[in-house]
């Protein structure tokens, strides 16, 4: 079971590599890390379990936070309208989005930030996300909302990207230009 120290904090270079695509068919291997980093995120999620192996909650978790430069997340959570969104996706592509964009109002997170960082990310409003699933589908779905923002979060870390870079007036510790 993955638990905290296992997660790599800013700083580590592999939260800035850009992650490469995983094999097709998925290794068993690939697919046991999948499975495990969505686990963590149940667990995560388990007010007990959150407690005894003291887990930060989180709704998305990307291979490289692990410190697997695969191009692999998962998500679990609920979106506005208490609908669950629960996924292992594999070499995930934004195909498409929106002009319009849209942000959390209270900013964003990171489960490999250990620290507060103020100020709105601009998000596509909607995307439609190309992906292989862990059920081994290839599926073609369009998201909005918070989801769509979890799923754009998780692809930056697929592309060496923290949230802050993308925070106009942010100018503090590991800011990085956005790759052109
Ligand atoms: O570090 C991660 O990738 C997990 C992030 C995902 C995230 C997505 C969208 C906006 C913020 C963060 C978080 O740990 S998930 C927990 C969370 C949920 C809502 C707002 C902030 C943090
Ligand atoms: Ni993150």
């Given at each position: 079971?993955?638990?905290?120290?296992?997660?790599v904090?800013?700083?580590?270079?592999?939260?800035?590599?850009?992650?490469?695509?995983?094999a097709?068919?998925?290794?068993?291997?690939?697919?046991?890390?999948?499975?495990?980093?969505?686990?963590?995120?149940?667990?995560?999620?388990?007010?007990?379990?959150?407690?005894?192996y003291d887990?930060?909650?989180?709704?998305?978790?990307?291979?490289?936070?692990?410190?697997?430069?695969?191009?692999?997340?998962?998500?679990?959570?609920?979106?506005?309208?208490?609908?669950?969104?629960?996924?292992?996706?594999?070499?995930?592509?934004?195909?498409?989005?929106?002009?319009?964009?849209?942000?959390?109002?209270?900013?964003?997170?990171?489960?490999?930030v250990?620290?507060?960082?103020?100020?709105?990310?601009?998000?596509?409003?909607?995307?439609?996300?190309?992906?292989?699933?862990?059920?081994?589908?290839?599926?073609?779905?369009?998201?909005?909302?918070?989801?769509?923002?979890?799923?754009?979060?998780?692809?930056?870390?697929?592309?060496?990207?923290?949230?802050?870079?993308?925070?106009?007036?942010?100018?503090?510790?590991?800011?990085?230009?956005?790759?052109?």
């Open positions: 079971m993955i638990t905290m120290d296992r997660i904090r800013e700083g580590h270079p592999v939260l800035r590599e850009v992650a490469k695509e995983v097709l068919p998925p290794s068993n291997e690939d697919l046991a890390v999948l499975k495990e980093m969505h686990e963590y995120l149940t667990n995560s999620q388990d007010q007990a379990i959150a407690e005894k887990l930060r909650p989180g709704s998305g978790l990307a291979a490289p936070q692990i410190g697997v430069a695969k191009r692999m997340f998962a998500i679990h959570t609920t979106d506005e309208k208490d609908q669950l969104h629960s996924y292992g996706f594999i070499n995930p592509k934004i195909v498409s989005h929106s002009v319009e964009e849209t942000s959390l109002e209270n900013g964003e997170g990171c489960l490999s250990d620290r507060p960082v103020e100020g709105l990310v601009p998000r596509h409003a909607r995307i439609t996300l190309d992906a292989h699933t862990l059920d081994g589908e290839h599926i073609r779905m369009r998201f909005r909302g918070y989801i769509a923002i979890v799923i754009q979060h998780e692809m930056d870390h697929l592309n060496g990207i923290m949230f802050y870079d993308r925070i106009e007036e942010y100018d503090g510790p590991h800011k990085r230009p956005l790759p052109i």
